[in-house]
């Protein structure tokens, strides 16, 4: 089980990975892509059209909880955006210890480190995304670890939510002279 979360947007990539799982390889592989966004039409006609429909759970805007729930429930993160920041998809799912797959762009390596709590690929190589998610699919040992060191990653530098919330509140006393 595959998740994305984000916008249904062209820079988000979900066409990129709609024609990677589109190999005969992810006949057993379920993505839920939860979001909404303008390109979700054509989303769906790509879907249609690669034959892959009913491997896709199109699950619409999710609360903070349910998008947990569903990275609980999941195997692998996906972000195959074109541009992005620093986002925090990936701290949630790491979070969760979930391994991810995301593309190499913004601020991305410096959450996901290569080969230890995921994977990166160049953006838009779509043989380079479809051979990283096999690796992940057909060893369940390495997405545990992957995952595992994941969540110790985010532990241990102080992104959970808990030293996020303590360091706005810092910044707000400071900001606000108390």
Not at 49 to 58: F, P, V
């Amino acid at each position: 089980r595959i998740v994305f979360v984000g916008s249904l947007i062209p820079k988000k990539g979900v066409q990129d990975l709609l024609l990677a799982l589109s190999s005969k390889e992810f006949n057993n592989t379920v993505l839920d892509l939860v979001g909404e966004g303008f390109f979700a039409d054509d989303l769906h006609k790509l879907a249609d059209g690669y034959n892959i429909s009913k491997r896709i759970n199109w699950r619409g805007l999710a609360t903070p909880k349910q998008v947990a729930e569903m990275m609980q429930s999941s195997d692998i993160l996906c972000l195959p955006s074109h541009t992005e920041g620093s986002p925090n998809v990936v701290k949630e799912a790491m979070s969760c210890g979930l391994p991810v797959v995301a593309s190499r762009v913004g601020g991305v390596p410096d959450l996901v480190t290569d080969g230890v709590t995921g994977f990166l690929f160049e953006i838009g190589n779509i043989d380079e995304l479809r051979e990283k998610l096999i690796l992940l699919i057909q060893d369940i040992g390495l997405r545990q670890t992957m995952g595992e060191n994941g969540r110790k990653k985010i532990l241990d530098s102080g992104m959970d939510w808990n030293s996020t919330a303590e360091q706005f509140d810092q910044i707000f006393r400071f900001v606000s002279g108390a």
